[in-house]
């Protein structure tokens, strides 16, 4: 069962320093062609396992600008940080990886417990 809202991270302006934009972000074969449409060639590269990622500089995302996300209120805005921490952008249901990338679930381990993963059971 969802939860009906989410509690309230402190994501703008982010006291962590924009810790979950250190990795970069998967993006759609959709984004990646917006973004490549809108910014050039520079800011998203297909990895050796074909996945489309966001480019990092100086430990951040590229589009990390001015302590906020330059593509925020775009439509190709990426549907893995449109979710995070608590949607899975590829099965839609909770966020399945660590959500420890986010600081705030450290200062407040509750948050772990807000909209659970829990993988599927084997049968016996």
Do not use: N
Request: positive net charge; hydrophobic residues 30%.
């Amino acid at each position: 069962m969802e939860p009906a809202s989410f509690p309230q991270l402190p994501c703008f302006p982010c006291p962590h320093r924009a810790a979950c934009c250190a990795y970069g972000a998967t993006v759609s074969e959709e984004e990646a062609a917006a973004i490549i449409a809108d910014h050039g060639d520079g800011k998203v590269y297909r990895t050796r396992w074909g996945e489309w990622r966001t480019r990092i500089k100086a430990g951040r995302c590229v589009f990390f600008v001015d302590g906020g996300c330059a593509i925020h209120a775009r439509s190709y805005y990426p549907a893995v940080c449109r979710g995070f921490p608590w949607r899975d952008a590829e099965t839609g249901g909770p966020y399945e990886y660590d959500r420890t990338i986010c600081p705030e679930f450290v200062l407040r381990p509750e948050l772990t417990k807000v909209y659970p993963f829990e993988p599927p059971r084997r049968k016996s």
